[in-house]
């Protein structure tokens, strides 16, 4: 009877589930502060499509912000209407690659030296992400005051406790962290630092046809060869990797078709798309969760938050523990390119990590990839080159 009550109370799967707020919170954050959201929306949309996806798929799916589509709306600004109209139209695109059998044919193109490559550049980035946010953001990612030394010695102390306590002892020191550095700063009487929008929890919105070509050019177009490399194919990979035969209902076409439908109620709500980033995985996992159970309690969180009008807290979480939990995750992906057997496979990977890392655009390393990798194969088709494949092990 205790063991059964020990693992409905699994701290580890408590600690998993807010492994990937290194991710979402920044770009979360921008999105309030750049384009409007209110942080209820996009916290209760977010947590509604987390509680589904543990729900369903029985490990920890990770739900996150359209990297590429993010990064694009914050610098020029775009509405929310603009970007809701996005996530009704991308999401139908995504529903119709995955029902017509479309997002598995294209799923040959991506072989594992790409998307080994993909999780690379993802790792790399997540690094570099990490430092960017130690040196450009304060002590709280609305808080500008605060010394560089400070904060890199705060990142540096938070990397150590967390090898030291989360890692090899497998106590939940992060989930810890997080709750106390809400509640010291919330003592001491500090603001979010962000102006609420005056919105309701949700907005019904039609799509609106005439902002369909805008949507395609400046949106649509640059995300989804990042959506099917990083959100599809590479998180169907790392998903297996990690959780082996408990990830047995994950595939590619149904992660397509989980984005696909996510986006199109949050398209009719007044939100902004999200994805299945193999990051987030990869994060939820490095911080010990091995069930739906931590997707369901993260997206229980963010529900209860955005309800009880208290989401903003969330950006109480310092800057430096978010860096720390981004390095760690930085490494679970990075690492992962060990898999690859192949001396061709392993160059493409390496190729496109490090695309990925020059130019952060994972559609310009794909597209490195493809072209090395088809280069290679018509040499060979010539005998201009022999093919030699051997065992890295």
């Not at 690094?127 to 040196?135: F, G, M, Y």
Request: charge should be positive; proline fraction near 4%.
């Amino acid at each position: 009877m205790k063991n059964k009550i020990l693992n409905k109370l699994n701290l580890h799967e408590f600690s998993g589930a807010v492994g990937d707020l290194g991710t979402l919170l920044p770009l979360a954050f921008a999105l309030v502060v750049v384009n409007g959201f209110p942080p209820e929306r996009i916290f209760l949309l977010f947590g509604i499509v987390y509680v589904f996806t543990g729900w369903y798929f029985k490990v920890p799916v990770a739900v996150q912000p359209l990297k590429a589509m993010a990064v694009i709306a914050i610098a020029k600004g775009f509405s929310i209407e603009m970007l809701s109209v996005t996530a009704f139209f991308y999401g139908i695109l995504l529903l119709f690659l995955s029902l017509t059998g479309l997002i598995k044919f294209l799923q040959r193109i991506f072989t594992p030296g790409l998307v080994r490559g993909v999780q690379l550049g993802i790792g790399l980035i997540l690094a570099q992400k990490a430092i960017e946010l130690v040196i450009q953001k304060g002590i709280l990612l609305n808080f500008a005051g605060s010394s560089l030394v400070i904060n890199i010695i705060l990142l540096i102390a938070a990397t150590v406790i967390i090898s030291l306590f989360q890692l090899r002892k497998k106590f939940p020191i992060a989930l810890i962290l997080i709750f106390l550095s809400i509640i010291f700063f919330n003592f001491l009487g500090y603001s979010p630092g962000i102006n609420i929008v005056n919105e309701s929890l949700i907005s019904f919105t039609l799509p609106d046809f005439s902002k369909l070509l805008d949507a395609f050019i400046f949106l649509i177009i640059p995300q989804l060869p990042l959506t099917l490399g990083n959100a599809v194919y590479a998180a169907d990979d790392i998903c297996h990797a990690l959780w082996n035969d408990s990830a047995k209902k994950v595939t590619a076409p149904k992660l397509g078709f989980s984005i696909g439908l996510s986006d199109t109620i949050i398209g009719l709500l007044g939100g902004f798309p999200i994805c299945h980033g193999a990051g987030g995985m990869a994060a939820h996992a490095q911080f010990g969760a091995k069930t739906g159970k931590a997707t369901i309690i993260i997206g229980s969180i963010f529900i209860f938050l955005s309800l009880a009008g208290f989401s903003s807290f969330l950006f109480f979480i310092p800057v430096p523990l978010l860096a720390a939990m981004l390095l760690f995750d930085s490494y679970r992906m990075s690492i992962l390119i060990k898999k690859v057997k192949d001396n061709i496979q392993l160059v493409t990977a390496l190729l496109v990590g490090i695309v990925s890392f020059a130019t952060k655009n994972l559609s310009i390393a794909l597209a490195a990839g493809i072209i090395f990798e088809f280069g290679y194969r018509y040499l060979v088709n010539k005998n201009i080159l022999q093919l030699k494949v051997f065992d890295n092990d």
